[in-house]
């Protein structure tokens, strides 16, 4: 028998120091856990608010309005009556007619980005501008000069002169940039002075609705006066400018986009050096690939930019054709229509690029000298081929369709050395109706091959089936805008 003491000295069981341990090392991580939060969420701003605010700026400007009153005045024939009184009523008394201008202000936000005294803003606070003053966080004020804006990605660049070398802050890569990093936004929010928000990033890769858009969405408060304005990471790099809110009443929701630093740099560089943009151009026009449009083709992925037309100038040159797909450009895959945009843009104009393209199965490699966007805006599409003769009416995939005529050119409008089929009719119930096809519209393309006769396309058709595809490729033209569409071929 085994007295008390004798028991309570016996080993305690060995699950109870188990526990005891586990519940240790619990403790132990969950404190560890904690430091580690908190060691990535800063516990204040100040430090980096403190560094960067003196390169911000409060711009306002001032814009001289004419105000004509004589526009609305009555007006009285030669000797009426009560001539001499009204004009009294409506001249001075300097006999000068009372049409008066007045003086209308804006604010907005800025930054500088180089010691002898480079600024930029959005190009909406300047727009329309007499006169451009900007206070610094140290309350010095100086004018400002313009020097160049760029509507297209809404970004102006200013220069201020100082006898002291100023304050500025560095760009940051914004494509380094996660979602979820912090970041403050820094400006002059309803005209209240210097204001510092914090926040992280809630997406990238925004687009709004211009063709180089790529912007940063942020939660930290932007409102309006904060246009143009620096978003910073972090370490005190700008990353963004802060140009839009998304919100129902006009303030803050937490919904505001900052265009990309990658984007305004480029800018920035071609106005400092030339006082606009000089961006490179293709000479094309392209739309994005479907699944439909990638399987008709041959191509596995529905990724890349498809060019619909090619105009007279640097693609022409090279050898680019009309449905060829540019998968990558100067080293860099194409994802879409919109990738591709941006990337030419940025390139140098004259610059030789190669410019991969997928065509009739296989990747081609073409070498591109390109010219410049600003001046080749007008560019017109190349003469096609001679004109043919008059064709009847054939029903080809819930079409009814029919050659170009004379008759026809003039009925749509259309140049005399416009070639292709007319769509006379579109059956209910086809594939082609649920596309979009429409009476009028003209079909110069299937399998990016001309077509010109309603037999063409039947041809075209079956070549497709015996490759054992299951759509084939058109390009449709409507008020002269070309579009590829996969129509199918199963019935």
Request: net charge negative; charged share 25%; hydrophobic share 40%.
């Amino acid at each position: 028998m085994i007295s008390r003491a004798a028991q309570s000295a016996l080993p305690r069981p060995a699950g109870m120091y188990a526990l005891k341990l586990f519940t240790l090392v619990f403790v132990l991580l969950m404190s560890q856990i904690a430091v580690l939060a908190a060691q990535d969420r800063p516990e204040s701003f100040a430090d980096l608010a403190e560094r960067v605010s003196p390169a911000v700026v409060n711009i306002t400007t001032t814009t001289t309005v004419a105000a004509r009153l004589d526009d609305n005045q009555p007006r009285l024939p030669e000797g009426a009556p009560f001539e001499d009184f009204f004009r009294d009523f409506f001249d001075t008394p300097e006999g000068q007619n009372r049409n008066r201008s007045r003086q209308s202000q804006a604010l907005g936000s800025g930054f500088v980005i180089s010691a002898d005294g480079y600024l930029v803003t959005n190009n909406h606070v300047i727009e329309g501008a007499d006169e451009i003053r900007v206070e610094f966080f140290s309350g010095l004020e100086l004018q400002a000069e313009l020097i160049g804006t760029d509507p297209a990605t809404d970004i102006a660049l200013l220069k201020v002169d100082h006898d002291a070398d100023l304050p500025f802050v560095p760009w940051g890569n914004a494509e380094a940039a996660r979602v979820g990093d912090w970041v403050i936004a820094v400006g002059n929010p309803l005209g209240q002075g210097f204001s510092v928000s914090a926040g992280i990033i809630s997406a990238r890769g925004r687009a709004l609705q211009g063709n180089y858009d790529d912007y940063i969405q942020t939660d930290a408060a932007i409102n309006r006066g904060n246009s143009g304005g620096p978003l910073f990471n972090m370490d005190g790099e700008v990353i963004g400018v802060n140009t839009a809110i998304l919100s129902p009443t006009g303030g803050s929701i937490g919904i505001g986009f900052a265009m990309s630093s990658n984007v305004v740099v480029n800018v920035v560089q071609q106005l400092r050096e030339f006082g606009s943009t000089r961006r490179g151009w293709l000479g094309v026009r392209i739309q994005d690939l479907n699944d439909e449009m990638a399987e008709a083709i041959g191509l596995d992925r529905a990724e890349g930019a498809m060019v619909t037309e090619v105009m007279e100038g640097p693609s022409q040159d090279g050898g680019m054709l009309a449905g060829d797909v540019i998968v990558r450009f100067d080293g860099g895959r194409v994802a879409d229509t919109r990738m591709l945009v941006r990337r030419v843009g940025e390139a140098s104009v004259g610059s030789d690029v190669e410019v991969v393209v997928f065509r009739a199965g296989e990747e081609v490699t073409l070498t591109i000298t390109l010219g410049q966007r600003e001046l080749a805006e007008g560019a017109t599409a190349p003469a096609t081929d001679e004109m043919r003769k008059d064709m009847e009416p054939s029903s080809v995939l819930g079409m009814e369709l029919q050659g170009l005529t004379e008759t026809l050119r003039a009925e749509l409008d259309l140049p005399a050395s416009a070639q292709g089929l007319v769509v006379r009719s579109v059956d209910a119930d086809s594939d082609a109706a649920a596309k979009g096809v429409q009476p009028g519209d003209l079909i110069t393309e299937a399998n990016q091959q001309p077509v010109t006769t309603p037999e063409d396309l039947r041809q075209r058709a079956e070549e497709a089936r015996d490759a054992g595809r299951r759509s084939l490729l058109v390009l449709l033209r409507r008020d002269g805008d070309p579009r590829f569409l996969a129509l199918s071929l199963e019935d």
